[in-house]
């Protein structure tokens, strides 16, 4: 973060912001939306009044692979713009802004290339929906039973649960965000397609398997703030929803 601040400035710390918000707009609102229909739909057809483990890890899988669908064109686009800032000047791609990233990305290397990376990015997306969410869940019940404790459902307990679930996530997703990241990130070239193959070949023979955890510690720094804040967001919004009657 010093490096990239003393040589391009503190705003470029930001760097991908306008895609970042366009791939939580797509994406985060997909699988946690459709999560929340699918395990209410489960509710009513069983007449449970909370899942098991099993339907919770089911309803998070399902809406995390159909948002992995839908979110991969604006990954790309993120992936791209966040690692301008490590790229030779020849080969970043300088997209002004997410929108210009998608127009120029459709008009110069074609509309297949928002689907670089589906595989491992729809695999991420199952694995973060389903331990974030099933985590969250798991850790939340043992705070609130737990006799030593003796934690009331509040904000401690949320941000604890958060915490826990941001943290296995980022370990659970990391070798499919290196795979996705790789592969979004490179070019696509006439004549030459970048795959998966190719990729994990090139890594494994100048890094080693340890290539898998890459950058573990700024993802974590990344999603274990965005999961507190995400799921305190959530529970207040439910809170809310249950307060109005609706």
Excluded at 94 to 123: C, M, S, W
Excluded at 133 to 138: E, L, R, S
Excluded at 147 to 175: E, F, M, Q
Aim: proline share 4%; with cysteine.
């Amino acid at each position: 973060m010093s490096t990239f601040a003393s040589r391009d400035g503190i705003p470029s710390l930001w760097a991908g912001i306008s895609a970042s918000v366009l791939r939580q707009t797509t994406y985060s609102t997909t699988r946690f939306g459709l999560y929340n229909y699918l395990a209410r739909a489960l509710k009513q057809r069983s007449g449970s009044v909370e899942l098991s483990a099993a339907s919770t890890m089911t309803c998070a899988g399902v809406a995390g692979g159909i948002a992995g669908l839908v979110g991969n064109p604006t990954e790309v686009v993120l992936v791209r713009m966040c690692t301008d800032g490590v790229k030779a000047p020849e080969q970043k791609y300088r997209y002004h802004n997410a929108l210009n990233g998608l127009l120029r990305i459709a008009k110069d290397e074609g509309v297949q290339t928002f689907t670089k990376g589906i595989g491992p990015n729809v695999i991420r997306s199952v694995l973060m929906n389903v331990s974030q969410i099933a985590v969250y869940t798991k850790a939340k019940s043992q705070l609130l039973s737990s006799r030593v404790l003796s934690l009331k459902d509040g904000l401690p307990v949320h941000i604890l649960a958060s915490l826990a679930a941001g943290t296995v996530a980022t370990t659970v997703c990391a070798p499919a965000d290196v795979l996705k990241s790789r592969l979004q990130s490179a070019a696509s070239v006439k004549g030459k397609r970048v795959g998966m193959l190719s990729v994990i070949t090139e890594s494994m023979k100048n890094e080693g398997p340890g290539f898998l955890m890459k950058g573990w510690t700024p993802a974590w720094m990344r999603l274990a703030p965005n999961t507190v804040l995400m799921f305190i967001f959530m529970e207040q919004l439910q809170k809310l929803v249950i307060g109005t009657g609706f």
